[in-house]
């Protein structure tokens, strides 16, 4: 049995949106932009994914911009919310220390133009509080922006008031919700939220698509110069097949989505019981304040990368964290966030499931993982002083 357990790296492309894309890579293959039949066809499509998506998540289809995934929607968010600041002196700009890299490089960027960022601390359970945000919005902050799940240990951020608490002091909100959208409820609206990215490979739709919400009154910034494609905000002939497809997934997940949510919040719950039953482990992020399908397990001792390797060699694909990082042996700049030492921030394991996996699936990550965390305990000298207590034990 091999179990896919990475829904938070990516999801398999679902048969219904594999579906509905096919016949825009074959007969409906004009340029959305073209006067002619074919070119309208396309256009058709076009603004029936852009009314959909917009369905999804009670917005105006005049306030989605189709984009080439989850990181550039998260860098126009940011950009647009920094240069519509910038017009009024406002060069200050609120975060967190442990958002996916797409939003800290951005930030990282606009630092070095003379914008000041506040990085934000995480308290140890993962969230991080309206209070927290109302404490640190300044006379000049011109944007907030904060994740809605985060992505290595699946903690849920309380944006409608964090979103609230923006609102009332005039500053611009932003809140990358790849984690979020298709896997619990997203009504823009009552989240308060301004700008929201979101990107459909996450939640079962293809690769290298994704959108930017946009409320009505925001300048959106174009990061892409080009044609007149999204109304002037993002050049470049529209991926058709991407976005009919992004369409036909976002629907998929959120018609279904609370009987989903239980049934993937049962199978989380076994994989935190079972988990916590290996000795000198720890789940990180607060246990009930997560998404239903994202667990984050520290075990001690063990050094994150022969973890992953072992399991699938066993049959089970699994991550030590953010898909982008996992290649290198810096520790997970989440983990540190929440405050945890080095050495455990090394050996984490992130499993991500969702609506796909099965019962049997879990019995066989249960069944895997201890077998595994001893076997590589058996062999580490570090777990030798631990047991033998010559170090004291951290978890
Ligand atoms: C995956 C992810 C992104 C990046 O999305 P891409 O479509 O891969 O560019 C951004 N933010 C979060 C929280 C993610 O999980």
Not at 30 to 38: K, R, T, V, Y
Not at 234 to 248: F, L, S
Not at 362 to 369: D, Q
């Amino acid at each position: 049995m091999y179990v896919y357990a990475d829904n938070a790296a990516t999801t398999s492309l679902s048969p219904r949106a594999l579906e509905a894309m096919m016949p825009y890579f074959t007969e409906v293959y004009g340029n959305a932009s073209s006067l002619h039949s074919p070119g309208q066809r396309a256009a058709e499509a076009l603004q029936q994914a852009r009314e959909t998506v917009a369905g999804a998540i009670n917005a105006d289809h005049k306030e989605i911009y189709f984009t080439g995934g989850g990181s550039e929607a998260d860098n126009q968010a940011i950009i647009s919310g920094a240069l519509m600041g910038a017009r009024k002196g406002k060069k200050h700009i609120i975060s967190t220390a442990f958002e996916h890299h797409a939003v800290l490089h951005t930030l990282d960027k606009l630092k070095k133009q003379g914008y000041d960022i506040t990085l934000l601390d995480v308290h140890e359970n993962g969230v991080v509080t309206p209070e927290d945000v109302a404490a640190a919005i300044r006379e000049d902050t011109a944007l907030v922006t904060i994740m809605f799940v985060n992505n290595e240990i699946g903690t849920i951020q309380p944006i409608g008031e964090i979103g609230k608490v923006c609102h009332e002091k005039g500053v611009l909100f932003h809140t990358d919700a790849v984690q979020a959208v298709g896997h619990v409820p997203v009504d823009v609206k009552a989240l308060n939220v301004d700008m929201l990215s979101m990107a459909a490979h996450k939640f079962h739709g293809p690769k290298g698509v994704g959108a930017l919400y946009a409320r009505k009154g925001i300048a959106v910034a174009n990061v892409i110069e080009g044609g007149q494609q999204e109304r002037g905000k993002r050049g470049g002939t529209e991926n058709i097949p991407g976005i009919v497809g992004m369409a036909a997934a976002i629907r998929e997940a959120t018609e279904d989505l609370e009987k989903d949510m239980a049934y993937v919040t049962g199978l989380r719950e076994e994989l935190i019981e079972g988990l916590s039953r290996i000795p000198h482990s720890r789940l990180n992020g607060d246990r009930e304040k997560r998404v239903p399908g994202t667990v984050n397990f520290c075990f001690e001792g063990i050094e994150g990368e022969g973890l992953l390797l072992w399991l699938d060699a066993k049959g089970v694909a699994a991550s030590s964290g953010s898909a982008c990082t996992s290649g290198s042996l810096d520790p997970s700049h989440v983990l540190l966030a929440l405050g945890l030492p080095h050495e455990i921030a090394h050996g984490s394991l992130r499993l991500s499931i969702d609506k796909y996996n099965t019962e049997e699936e879990i019995g066989h990550i249960l069944k895997c993982v201890p077998e595994v965390v001893d076997y590589l305990r058996n062999m580490s000298p570090v777990w030798d002083e631990l047991e033998k207590g010559q170090t004291a034990h951290l978890i």
